[in-house]
């Protein structure tokens, strides 16, 4: 009888595993074994349904949660924002793919019906059971570069596998990420480990480092130039120079914080992170520069703001080579949506 019973349940185990041949490899698969190209997918199902202006045609998790720059949005009946706007794509395209968070990020342009130039994307979706359960989105419609120049084309480092010698560890990459925002805090570039080919983007502009990328160098006509501020002061925290020079200035002083912080999409292989950090400005007058002399703030003054900045970094040998910022001004202290 037992022998009898023990047949019978080998047949259930049997039956139950033969009876899964309906099923797709895909649906069989485990959400952990998404892959670089099965997260990738899953990026370009979202931009495809983000252009026809219908969340229902991506694959949305009933509890989906979506938020842009930091303002939650219901992704049923939704009425404002990218996802109403979005018409078309551009041949931009970053992808940084996190295999085991089961996260991937993107950046790159998207065409809308309501202007004439591209508005500048930087996001996170996490992939569960094949199904996106977290949309981050951080949108730029007015960069200071515009979509030529430094932005004609993705810097082909974010898409490099990195030899193993050149690699760190997942922990590895974050600290170092974390050191920058720590090193502007501080007014401290040495806190840094940077690569000598250090250039850093912000908004489409090329703010930093003595060189660009040759794929980049070839669009861009001029090197750096000092920003105008709000009120039409000139700040060399826009300035030419390596990527330490504007930190050991003291302009930045008149950040208070760059908190909270998050870097939840890793890529070890390419040495890649993204996250979102918040700068935050009380709108001070005037700041301490190094040397304990005063002078006005380079800009926001009487201005108090956050900016949920989404930055990329490329990090090899353990060094900070490639940093792309995308960001935003919100009201002072306002959070990212994910804090």
């Not at 250090?198 to 130039?225: D, F, I, S």
Request: overall charge negative.
């Amino acid at each position: 009888m037992r022998l009898f019973r023990l047949y019978i349940i080998t047949g259930l185990i049997i039956f139950g595993i033969t009876g899964c041949t309906n099923q797709t490899k895909e649906e069989i698969l485990d959400a952990s074994t998404c892959d670089r190209t099965c997260l990738e997918g899953f990026v370009n199902k979202y931009l495809d349904a983000l252009v026809a202006n219908d969340p229902a045609k991506a694959p949305f998790s009933k509890t989906a949660r979506y938020t842009e720059n930091g303002d939650e949005m219901p992704l049923s009946g939704i009425s404002k924002g990218l996802w109403t706007t979005a018409s078309g794509l551009t041949d931009y395209r970053i992808y940084i793919s996190d295999t085991e968070a089961g996260q991937v990020a993107f950046a790159g342009f998207v065409k809308t019906n309501d202007k004439e130039t591209p508005l500048l994307l930087s996001m996170r979706l996490r992939i569960e059971n094949r199904e996106i359960t977290e949309t981050e989105a951080i949108v730029v419609d007015s960069m200071m570069g515009g979509v030529e120049g430094a932005m004609a084309v993705p810097p082909i480092a974010y898409s490099q596998v990195l030899p193993s010698e050149d690699r760190v560890s997942r922990e590895e990459l974050i600290r170092i990420s974390n050191l920058y925002f720590d090193s502007i805090e501080l007014s401290n570039s040495r806190l840094v480990p940077w690569h000598d080919e250090c250039y850093r983007l912000e908004n489409g502009m090329w703010t930093a480092g003595p060189n660009l990328p040759q794929e980049l160098a070839a669009h861009v006509k001029e090197k750096p130039v000092q920003h105008p501020g709000p009120t039409g002061e000139t700040s060399i925290a826009f300035a030419k120079g390596v990527c330490s020079e504007a930190i050991d200035s003291g302009v930045f002083a008149l950040i208070e914080s760059i908190t909270p912080r998050r870097t939840p999409v890793v890529d070890v292989e390419k040495g890649v992170t993204w996250g979102v950090y918040m700068f935050n400005h009380p709108g001070f007058e005037t700041i301490t520069m190094p040397d304990g002399s005063k002078q006005p703030a380079a800009y926001f003054r009487g201005e108090p703001n956050s900016m949920p900045m989404s930055e990329l970094f490329k990090i090899k040998g353990g060094k900070i080579r490639d940093i792309m910022a995308i960001g935003v001004i919100k009201k002072y202290k306002s959070g990212s949506g994910w804090d």
